[in-house]
């Protein structure tokens, strides 16, 4: 392409390769896939040339979106010392430009809302991965190469542009998300950011996001099991935008990770089940016995190196208390007198300050 000088020439040699990939399209993508990022000018060129063909954009989505879900996210070759060392993958970082590509194609709105729950889903699962990988230090006299969470973001940031969500790119600016879903220690604070913005501002996206992360839950990649936890989590406590039963759905979700391998992902679990005071009413009542033992589980769990999974139990346990009837709590009083008594004072100083339940134990 850097040797054709006619823009005719040009042209109709972009168009011959869409008309190409119509018919080899696993080939050409596979193919796009291998250049080297940043990507040349004549790749993005192509990528978006193919994204002006609708018909032809949506088995692109299909392919990158599977090409996506089949690689791996990161390799751990080594553990270091709070844990495995994750690095980047090629494959996963080059669909997250290629997604970048196609949708800055103007008439690419209408298939991004088509199949926005996919892509966002998708993406946000992406980013999280990302957030926990190492990059390797850069060569000398190298082109500096974008992080793999750089692109994934990038790549969020462009389908939110590209449907014209103005107010959910502007929320999600304001409120710090691109600072904190991209690093290690915050991303699930970032995810929880924009499961509110998501109710906010696509409420009607919410089931079919939701459909699309249920499998992830179970997940054999830890990062991205905290994913979807943080935002099942944030989605309970703004209550499911009214859905009862998406109320239900979540609610069982959650409860069957309580035993998940990661500590992390038990804590937002912990976390989801005591929101379900925010929703009150009937829904309350029907969960909280379930829900107050699985607080008291959780102030009891032996793998709990930070006591992150005991504050948030601890924190769930004072807002359902605070919203059910006090005779829902007397079976657990005296175990939880009895948690609550040998917790460290350091656990146990914010909740033993009177107006709080907790200050006459």
Known sequence: MAKINSPQTHTGSLRSLRTLTIHHLQTVITTLLDYPIP??????????????????TVYIFDLLLEILSRSLPYSEKERGQSGPVRHPTPVPKAVTCAFTHVFGVDDVEPLAKEHFHRLF?????RIGSCAVITEPAPGKNKVAEPTSVSCAIEAMKELLNSINT?????????????????TPDRY????????????????????????????ILSNLYEPQRVVTAAFFAELINQQCLGDM?????????????????SHYVRMLCVRGLGNIASIGGEQLKKYTTTVLSAM?????????????ITLEAMAGLSKVIDESENRT???????FAFEFGRASRKIRLP?????????AI
């Open 121 to 125: 889903a998708a993406l946000l699962i």
């Open 166 to 182: 103005e107010a959910f790119l502007k929320t999600a600016t304001e409120e710090g998300v691109w600072d904190t879903i991209g």
């Open 296 to 308: 008291m589980a959780g102030m009891d769990d032996k793998e709990d190196p930070h006591d992150l």
């Open 39 to 56: 990507l040349n000018p004549y790749v993005i060129e192509t990528w978006q040339t193919l994204g002006q063909d609708k018909q032809l």
């Open 351 to 359: 909740f033993a300050r009177p107006p709080s339940l907790f200050s």
């Open 245 to 261: 039963n998406l109320v239900e759905l979540l609610m069982n979700s959650l409860l069957g990770r309580l035993v998940d391998s």
């Open 329 to 335: 709590f007397d079976p657990f009083s005296s175990t």
């Open 188 to 215: 699930s604070e970032g995810v929880t950011t924009m499961a509110w913005a998501l109710c906010r501002h696509a409420p009607e996206e919410v089931p079919k996001v939701v459909s699309f992360l249920t499998p």
